[in-house]
């Protein structure tokens, strides 16, 4: 369950957006405030099964958007490049004498690049 919160999550970070307001309520309130379905629907004064399928519309119209655009794909593949960046970085940082203060300063400018391009 926690790998569906977490795709449904990345896929509403990047195409929640498209979903009509409507739809990102319910997501809102059924993955982000752990609400079942019952609360949700009498929140919103309709059924459960509105609920329901509002949920499974908007997952589904979610997976449509990755399908097509990779965005999370590309997204994820890039973070795992610049964390192994960063870890390679962070040994021959460890080999470098201390005395080189040239070398050591670029090194922690590309660090701060690496590290910012992943807070992104």
């Known amino acids: 369950m926690v790998d569906k919160i977490l795709e449904v999550s990345l896929l509403y970070d990047f195409y929640g957006q498209l979903l009509t307001s409507k739809q990102q309520d319910v997501l809102q309130l059924y993955y982000y405030h752990d609400?079942?379905?019952?609360?949700?629907?009498?929140?919103?004064?309709?059924?459960?099964?509105?609920?329901?399928?509002?949920?499974?519309?908007?997952?589904?119209?979610?997976?449509?958007?990755?399908?097509?655009?990779?965005?999370?794909e590309k997204f994820l593949f890039t973070k795992r490049n610049i964390e192994c960046i960063l870890e390679s970085i962070r040994f021959v940082e460890s080999k470098v004498d201390d005395k080189d203060k040239e070398l050591l300063d670029k090194i922690d400018l590309i660090k701060e690049i690496a590290s910012n391009v992943l807070d992104v």
Do not use: P, T
């Open 35 to 72: 609400l079942s379905l019952g609360e949700i629907a009498e929140q919103l004064s309709v059924s459960r099964q509105a609920v329901y399928d509002n949920i499974k519309r908007a997952e589904k119209l979610l997976k449509s958007y990755e399908e097509k655009l990779k965005l999370v």
